[in-house]
């Protein structure tokens, strides 16, 4: 055989080696070795952590064997999970673990209840956040690699979000809630994402707990109690600390006080304000331009559409005219009347200050009815004599009338307000002071035979009958 020949054969059993070497190489998986983990491991001493317990002020935690920790090593997750082997405040974690090479010294994310963090479904309890949203993360240094036994130091977990319990009222009552919206800027929906965070309860309560982390900030929280819309926003900033726990009783508002007066037509037709007061009325239709109201009627109102009104009179009867609103065709009304005496503060304007202000307002419109889930507010606590008489006076289309919030009543100020309401049905009036001179005559005659009527705790000064109480009428407890 040639000496050629010899190198040729030489270099092709070479090539073949070497390319036999790197397909190997490149075919061998990574190294996957299972170790048995211990670590002495503390819940920490923030006031808000896992199985928790309220004692009204702060929040205590311990392990329970049947929880799971979970393992880091740099990016990737270990398979597995550490186990508490005793119930208490400190425990010793143990557990089977697969993943990368350990060794001595280096650092492992611990974290508990779940890999990922997710504030989203909640339930708004407790027992909810402990079992599914307080998580907790520790580093673990290692210390002992032994086959594959491993040690790390002792470590102490920290909370990774502020847990809030929200007490939610209307002012005066508890608010239960089907669901409560959390909105704030950096509001952490996950470990990566933000968003607002909505919490739906079981069954409706006024109590709701929530695990919230990463808020700073103002916070606006909206609720839905009874199929109507409330709201609420700090007036600062507020900071909830990871690791801590906030009791907070909010008044929550009913989001309608926002809303100007509006009628939604429920069919085809035509609406109307015949304005006698000494200001200028204004109106849009649904989310349009506020136009200046130069003629009464506004025409060809079709189903659906939204009249809202805003004006600048201090009184609507300022003589012996009374301004009147009418429809043609059947229509919701609701929202906050105050928008009649300003747009500007309306929302929190509770003082009426010219006698006689919406008095006969809408007598003897037949055509408005309550809708099912927005509200007609009469906010005003500072009344005026006869600022409602006659308001709605022959409005056979009303089931229900807006919340009387005044204490103080003044003279003639509810004098025949519902007077011949005959579906009316429901009447809440917080009133404890009722002698002012006429101030209740005639106003609920004619309404419904049955019906539900809730008064001021420990008001005992009602009669019954169409000067009061209605009679026939259930008073809850």
Known sequence: MGINRIFQQLFLLLTGFLLMACSASDETPSPIHRYTLKVEATKGSEETMRTLTDDGSSLTASWLTTENVYVKKGGAWCSGSLQPQSDGVTAKLSGDITGQIINIGDDLTLQFPRQAIDYTGQLGTLADIAANFDYATATAKVTSVVGNQISADAVTFANQQAIVKFTL????????????????????????????????????????WAALSGVNGKITLTAISGGKTYTYTTAASKTFANGKYYAITVKMKNAMLSQPLTLEAI??????????????????????????????????????????????GISYSPGSEDSYISCTGQCYVYGNIMSLLGLEGFSTNTILTADDTFRALFKD????????TKDLLLPATTLTQYCYSSMFKGCTGLTRAPVLPAQKLRGGCYQYMFNG???????????????ATECLNNWVEGVKSSGTFVKASGMTDWGTGSNGIPSGWTIPE
Do not use: M
Not at 292 to 305: C, Q, R, Y
């Open 365 to 372: 419109n037949t055509h408005i009815q309550n809708h099912p």
């Open 267 to 312: 069919e085809d037709g035509n609406i109307s304000f015949f304005n006698k007061s000494n200001g200028t009325v204004y109106f849009k239709r649904n989310d349009g331009e506020w136009i200046k109201l130069t003629e009464a009627t506004i025409n060809s109102v079709n189903a659906g559409t939204k009249i809202s009104f805003y004006g600048t």
């Open 169 to 208: 009222t209307d002012g005066t009552d508890a608010l239960p809630v089907t669901s409560l919206t959390i909105s704030t800027a950096g509001l952490k929906t996950t470990d990566t994402t933000t968003g607002d965070i909505t919490i739906t309860p079981a069954s409706a309560t006024n109590e709701i």
């Open 421 to 435: 309401c005959t579906k009316l049905a429901y009447i809440k009036c917080l009133a404890t002071n009722i002698t």
